[in-house]
C-alpha cells in the first residue's frame, strides 16, 4: 500500500489484519479499508505516513553503540535516510534521521563484529553525460567528541573518517 508500512512484533497465531484493517491506501489514493482497528486484529509496534519505503532494519544491541541499545535503525528508500527507533515497553518512544541525504539506504545491518553497516546507492551525474549510481557500504562509528550531564556529543563517521553528520544524543 502507499503508506501504511509497518513494524509487528510477530506472534504465532495472532492476526495482524491485512487487508481488513491497514493505515494505508492504494498507489491511486483511494482507501483501501476505512477500517484502522477490529477485535481480534493486533495493531502495529509502529506505522509510517506517508511511507518511507522500508529497507532493512536491524534491533541494536552491540556494545559498541551502548547509549543505541534496544533501538531499531530502519532504512528510508523515498526520502533517503536512516531512522532511529527508540523502544520503550514495545512502543516508538523519539524518531531521529541519520545520513540525510546522502543516497538511498539500502540496507542497515549489525554484524557478527558488532558494529553496524549501512548500504547507500549514491546517484552524481558524471561530466553532465548521465546519472551513475554508486552503492556505498559504510560502518557507523559513534565518536564522543564532549560530554555533559545532559548530553553527549557524537559525530557519525563512515569507514575512512570522512564526517558524515552530528549528532546529539
Not at 8 to 18: A, L
Request: hydrophobic share 30%; glycine share 8%.
Amino acid at each position: 500500500p502507499k503508506g501504511g508500512d509497518e513494524i509487528n512484533i510477530v506472534k504465532k497465531g495472532n492476526n495482524y489484519g491485512w487487508p481488513v484493517i491497514t493505515y494505508g491506501l492504494e498507489y491511486s489514493g483511494l482507501k483501501i479499508t476505512d477500517q484502522t482497528s477490529k477485535p481480534g486484529m493486533e495493531q502495529p509496534l509502529y506505522y509510517w505516513i506517508p511511507s518511507i519505503a522500508p529497507s532493512g532494519m536491524t534491533f541494536v544491541n552491540s556494545d559498541k553503540y551502548p547509549e543505541w541499545k534496544g533501538n531499531l535503525l530502519v532504512g528510508s528508500l523515498v526520502f533517503e535516510y536512516l531512522e532511529r527507533l527508540e523502544l520503550k515497553d514495545n512502543k516508538v518512544v523519539k524518531r531521529t534521521k541519520l545520513l540525510e541525504n546522502l543516497g538511498r539506504v539500502r540496507n542497515v545491518i549489525q554484524s557478527k563484529d558488532g558494529y553496524i553497516y549501512v548500504s547507500i546507492a549514491v546517484s552524481y551525474t558524471h561530466l553532465r553525460a548521465h546519472e551513475t549510481v554508486l552503492d556505498l557500504v559504510c560502518r557507523l562509528l559513534l565518536e564522543k567528541k564532549k560530554y555533559t550531564h545532559t548530553h553527549s556529543e557524537y559525530s557519525l563517521y563512515h569507514s575512512t573518517k570522512r564526517q558524515i553528520s552530528n549528532y546529539h544524543i
